[in-house]
């Protein structure tokens, strides 16, 4: 049969065989876009879970932070600028004065971006009004981080200080995309240290589960104790869930956790466990990669970001979900042979000194952990460089995980098939060959789940 799958910056034509399993990737809702979105953000002031609202928290004289996420976040609503500025007049209300209210993209240990980089989410306007109030979180600037306590698991919780000064830190979270995103995940990540994140950015953590989600589980316990030292009343929440990237269907705003759980009942109401999609597991589990990385927003694609990240990672969470233990993967990308080395410092160093001997990515940590997260060139750019923190580099290995699942993977038409050769995949010139040479290893009958993932684009 004729059909169409993601190859990079466009879809291609591709023959499937007739007993192809076409399955959605689970990440569609039907929920409906609203009209009005600043609209939808004031009712949502105006009606917080959990918590008073934000005029009746503060006082005159009282110092707030506004933290919002940063570009990475694959929500293209325009959310950021109306909903800061929405906060802001809240604040005013409540006698907070402008020069006591700072701005902090909350990108945890990515790279930081650039002032006009964030005025192209946030809006030139609070780019100059605010100035150098305006700041990108430093994971690795001490003066400037609290180490609050450790939880009963003996989880550091270490954060921006801002959050120990401030009376109130109003955090901004643009989208919740299944059970990855919002919750205690904007603090504890996006305003928190390596120290901090290193405890639930693991291969067998990070998870977009809705249920007994590992990582949030470690998230809410950081949470708690965040709550137990400085109250419950210090952070307040904004939380969004999206029709599609690029309309809004949902905000509320209070209690972290009051919003997480109302965010997380949609999510659970529109979209069934991606193991619940098809029936019985596939052979071969086939999807296409977009030209599309959250960690290539403002930036490129390269071969590690291509067919780990998004590849095996943000893509093959339908591995384990649809496919058999020791399935074929068959992904179709151009593969891009370029490189960022301002934005990725340590990748190349990566693909060319770990990849070809080390592909289980607990030994990666195991290994190279000291070694990338206190290598002062690589700390120094990206403190101040733009670059990405150098264990976000070992973390992009983290998907090799989904080898421990699945017994091969072919890549189809890769321009340079040395490049997929390289991380001990199998090239193959089409899609079409990809089949023929899993049907070759897995059985002339073999199943085949054909993921028709939806074309995204990386932020420009």
């Not at 100035?131 to 690795?140: F, I, K, M, P, V």
């Not at 020791?326 to 693909?351: F, K, L, Q, Y």
């Not at 199998?426 to 939806?454: H, L, N, T």
């Amino acid at each position: 049969m004729n059909e169409q799958i993601i190859f990079g910056d466009k879809t291609i034509p591709v023959n499937l065989p007739e007993d192809v399993i076409s399955a959605p990737p689970g990440l569609s809702t039907t929920l409906e876009p609203v009209d009005d979105i600043e609209g939808e953000i004031r009712n949502a002031l105006k009606n917080p879970l959990g918590r008073s609202p934000l005029h009746e928290l503060v006082k005159p004289g009282a110092k707030v932070t506004i933290a919002f996420d940063d570009p990475t976040v694959p929500c293209f609503a325009p959310v950021w600028e109306p909903a800061i500025k929405q906060v802001i007049a809240e604040l005013e209300k409540g006698g907070v004065k402008p020069a006591d209210i700072t701005l902090v993209s909350a990108g945890g240990i990515h790279r930081k971006f650039t002032r006009m980089e964030l005025a192209k989410i946030i809006g030139e306007d609070l780019v100059k009004r605010y100035g150098y109030r305006l700041t990108c979180h430093d994971a690795e600037d001490g003066r400037n981080l609290t180490h609050l306590g450790v939880t009963p698991n003996g989880y550091d919780v270490e954060v921006n200080k801002c959050i120990e000064d401030s009376d109130l830190t109003v955090y901004v979270n643009t989208v919740v995309w299944r059970g990855f995103n919002g919750g205690w995940k904007s603090i504890c990540v996006g305003l928190a240290s390596y120290r901090c994140i290193r405890w639930h950015h693991t291969p067998d953590s990070m998870s977009m589960s809705m249920n007994k989600n590992k990582m949030h589980t470690i998230l809410d316990e950081m949470g708690a104790l965040i709550e137990e030292k400085l109250g419950k009343n210090r952070i307040y929440k904004v939380e969004t869930v999206l029709s599609n990237p690029l309309q809004v269907h949902k905000v509320w705003s209070g209690g972290v956790n009051e919003c997480r759980q109302a965010a997380l009942k949609l999510m659970r109401s529109q979209l069934k466990p991606r193991r619940e999609i098809i029936g019985e597991k596939a052979d071969i589990v086939l999807y296409g990669i977009p030209n599309w990385s959250p960690y290539a927003a403002f930036s490129i694609m390269n071969p590690m970001l291509t067919m780990l990240s998004t590849g095996l990672g943000y893509f093959g969470g339908v591995i384990e979900a649809m496919g058999k233990p020791g399935c074929t993967v068959i992904m179709a990308s151009p593969v891009p042979d370029v490189w960022n080395h301002d934005h990725h410092p340590t990748h190349r160093e990566i693909w060319n000194r770990i990849l070809p001997h080390y592909r289980d990515p607990y030994q990666i940590v195991d290994r190279f952990e000291d070694d990338f997260a206190n290598r002062p060139e690589y700390i120094y750019k990206y403190r101040f460089c733009h670059g990405f923190h150098p264990m976000h580099g070992i973390m992009v290995t983290h998907p090799l995980k989904r080898l421990r699942h699945a017994g091969h993977v072919i890549v189809a038409g890769a321009q340079k098939p040395e490049l997929v050769s390289h991380l001990g995949f199998e090239p193959a010139v089409s899609v079409e060959s990809a089949i023929a040479m899993a049907r070759e290893r897995q059985g002339k009958d073999a199943s085949i789940a054909f993921v028709k993932y939806p074309m995204l684009a990386c932020r420009e």
